[in-house]
């Protein structure tokens, strides 16, 4: 039988969307044929060869709705003259040219949802663009195969649109490691640096900690942040790396003595998240803070790897890292509980089930 050729869209760098290189690098280990069609921005950097197919469209507006307008209008043409048998489109914000090329050339579509894209607290504080992708939403997922991160996104589809998707949680590899000696004490933010990510109180709850909170990432709330961190006149405790490769990034996380996972509350999706960094602390054996919510706190009860708290108060964001500063111990708990819960969430295992979603969509 021919290899099934899988088309993916995303509008982000290729280069650093790790949940992507791992499922791309999966399925076309498991043989699949694999491409990948992302946007090419005028910094974007040279693309790192992968062992599957990475194609990038170049953008002329990078910021507001022109943006959409134009990588849609160029997308739609790329799939309607490309080679696939799957097209799966990754969030929302790429479903409306999945939607329609594989109608017109009828093939298979499948949803990545990597969150809750309508409950995202910069689409609800806009009133014109939720309804906008809430129209996309509704005309769209219910006419699609899909998988999640989490037990929660999953219900939050099966109820909304009675569609059963499949979970495939955004675990790190599990690889040997072994943890080294922390004598500088740092603590790590890792991803996006966006809206709802709590910088407007983990910025000031910093003027309390006594350590220097390093920031790999960028986004759309970064020049916010980088303007929060001199308003608080921070410059010498916090650092900003911007976008970090996988590999070095790795080096930062595993010599971390904190890894921080945040989200407001205000956000169906925030609630219900699942962070890829919560397992790349968990992967280096770096315990972590984090919001008590349902899927943090499913997993702390089953392997205790983080700090939850209740409230997002700056008091409380410097108390519970104060504690974990000092109180080696207790670190030294949650580091070696790390490492067991590795063991069990980890992409061998999530790998399995994408396979068999894939190999299942293509059978039936």
Request: proline letters at 5%; charged letters at 25%.
């Amino acid at each position: 039988m021919k290899k099934q050729r899988i088309v993916f869209t995303v509008t982000n760098d290729l280069n650093f969307d790790q949940r992507m290189i791992r499922i791309c690098t999966t399925l076309s280990e498991a043989g699949y044929d694999v491409t990948i069609i992302g946007f090419k921005k005028k910094k974007s950097p040279p693309l790192i060869a992968r062992p599957y197919k990475q194609i990038r469209l170049p953008i002329v507006v990078e910021r507001s709705k022109l943006m959409y307008t134009d990588f849609w209008l160029k997308l739609f043409f790329k799939l309607l003259f490309i080679k696939a048998d799957i097209f799966c489109a990754i969030d929302l914000d790429t479903i409306l040219p999945v939607y329609y090329v594989s109608k017109l050339r009828g093939k298979k579509r499948v949803y990545d949802a990597h969150e809750l894209f309508t409950e995202l607290k910069e689409v609800t504080d806009k009133p014109m663009s939720l309804k906008i992708w809430n129209w996309i939403e509704r005309k769209t997922v219910p006419h699609f195969h899909g998988y999640t991160v989490g037990d929660g996104c999953s219900k939050y589809f099966q109820e909304k649109y009675g569609v059963n998707y499949a979970v495939v949680r955004s675990a790190t590899v599990l690889r040997p490691i072994e943890i080294p000696e922390k004598k500088d004490k740092y603590i790590l933010y890792q991803g996006a640096v966006n809206v709802g990510r709590c910088f407007e109180e983990l910025i000031p709850a910093m003027k309390h900690v006594d350590a220097p909170l390093i920031i790999c990432g960028e986004g759309n709330f970064y020049k916010e942040t980088v303007a929060l961190v001199k308003q608080h006149q921070l410059e010498n405790k916090i650092t900003f790396k911007g976008y970090v490769p996988p590999q070095e990034l790795r080096n930062y996380t595993i010599n971390a003595w904190i890894g921080i996972t945040l989200f407001e509350p205000n956000s169906k999706s925030n609630q219900n998240s699942l962070a890829n960094r919560f397992f790349d602390y968990m992967h280096s054996g770096v315990p972590q803070l984090c919001v008590n919510y349902f899927e943090y706190k499913r997993i702390n009860s089953e392997f205790e790897i983080s700090a939850l708290i209740d409230d997002l108060k700056p008091e409380t964001i410097a108390a519970a890292l104060n504690n974990l500063l000092k109180d080696e111990p207790y670190h030294k708990r949650l580091e070696e509980n790390c490492l067991k819960a590795r063991e069990k969430y980890c992409w061998q295992e999530e790998a399995k089930t994408l396979i068999k979603f894939y190999d299942d969509l293509v059978q039936n």
